[in-house]
């Protein structure tokens, strides 16, 4: 129904629902007090109000509430509705944990391994992966999952790593699908396992994640478990350069280059060049340092050039030392003590 009084309905029916949780939470039942913090923190129904919620949220914790304690332990997290703080996070995730939440014990992991509120503790944040991961929590399959990839905590096993990113990809958690295909990706050979890596990427690149866009895009290109299709590379290049992509936007580039997928347009390629440079992307600094030198999709620079090449080679390209030595005695003395400033101010964006 696209009538405005349908909607209406709704609305009222949860305002009403409002004032009698609050009724409840306000007589002390623990699950109406994490019920209205829900719909606080949500703005269902009402104002969104995160400090009111985590409000609520305490009361139900205190309560001995799991959801509510786990919520709680994540406002401290995230510093929603209080300053954060992660050892407080943690006490909350601990109280949720010990009752086996799920989702608490996956935070709590998460807690040792970062070493947000605790002592860093892989051994610790594998165990609690585990608990919540038995009990099929897609998260902590992730979690757990990484782990072994990694050998954090437990001894490094490729074969058990796949497993449980394989049990959290099939629930649909999207970075479990990502890792999965990179994992396999590494000792693919026959095609059948290609095209079991391109489903994976495809399928957390559908849910927008940009790593397996990119990687995605690599298959196209090279036509493994995938037919070979340069015009579909370079959309899916694209769809993860506009949301800032450093390597995607070098690649993209890089086909503008050279016209693979995509009409020849060198300056188009500069554009990305810089948009992955100005993220800290070497390769990309270096290319886009060439581009200036050699006057491809921009004019010969060689101050813009010289600069490039510097802050590529200032972060470890030898590549990028050579070229700039080449070029040293071309600059005068005035470009040369601009570059210099101009290199020792760059520091990289962090995309938004």
């Not at 007589?27 to 719909?39: D, F, P, S, V």
């Not at 709590?108 to 929590?137: I, P, V």
């Not at 990809?169 to 699908?177: F, H």
Request: with cysteine; charged share 25%.
């Amino acid at each position: 129904m696209n009538s405005p009084w349908y909607g209406k309905l709704f609305q009222h029916a949860a305002e009403k629902e409002l004032v009698s949780l609050r009724q409840r939470a306000e007589q002390g039942e623990a699950e109406a007090q994490y019920q209205l913090a829900l719909r606080l923190g949500a703005g269902h129904g009402t104002t969104q109000d995160h400090v009111q919620a985590a409000r609520w949220y305490q009361q139900a914790a205190e309560q001995g509430h799991a959801d509510a304690q786990n919520a709680l332990g994540l406002c401290y997290d995230e510093g929603t509705g209080v300053d954060r703080d992660p050892a407080e996070a943690a006490t909350w995730y601990r109280k949720a944990a010990e009752q086996g939440h799920a989702a608490a014990q996956n935070n709590l992991g998460l807690s040792y391994r970062k070493g947000e509120g605790l002592t860093k503790d892989f051994e610790e944040a594998a165990r609690w992966f585990r608990l919540a991961a038995e009990q099929g929590y897609p998260d902590a399959e992730y979690s757990l999952g990484m782990a072994y990839y990694r050998g954090e905590g437990l001894p490094q096993d490729n074969a058990r790593a796949i497993k449980w990113l394989h049990k959290a990809a099939e629930k649909g958690e999207i970075n479990a699908m990502h890792r999965l295909a990179r994992a396999l990706h590494k000792t693919a050979q026959r095609k059948a396992e290609f095209r079991e890596v391109a489903k994976w990427y495809r399928s957390a690149a559908e849910q927008g994640n940009l790593d397996a866009m990119f990687y995605l895009a690599q298959l196209h290109s090279e036509g493994k478990g995938v037919a070979e299709n340069l015009v579909e590379a370079a959309a899916w290049l694209s769809k993860a350069a506009d949301q800032s992509h450093a390597p995607s936007q070098f690649e993209l580039g890089r086909k503008h280059l050279t016209g693979q997928g995509v009409t020849a347009n060198p300056v188009e390629g500069v554009k990305w060049f810089r948009a992955a440079a100005d993220q800290g992307h070497i390769p990309a600094q270096l290319q886009l340092g060439r581009c200036y030198l050699e006057g491809k999709g921009t004019a010969v620079d060689l101050a813009r050039a010289y600069r490039w090449f510097s802050i590529a080679a200032n972060a470890g390209s030898r590549e990028a030392a050579i070229e700039r030595d080449k070029i040293t005695g071309a600059l005068t003395a005035e470009q040369m003590i601009e570059a210099k400033q101009r290199i020792a101010a760059f520091t990289p964006t962090n995309p938004s």
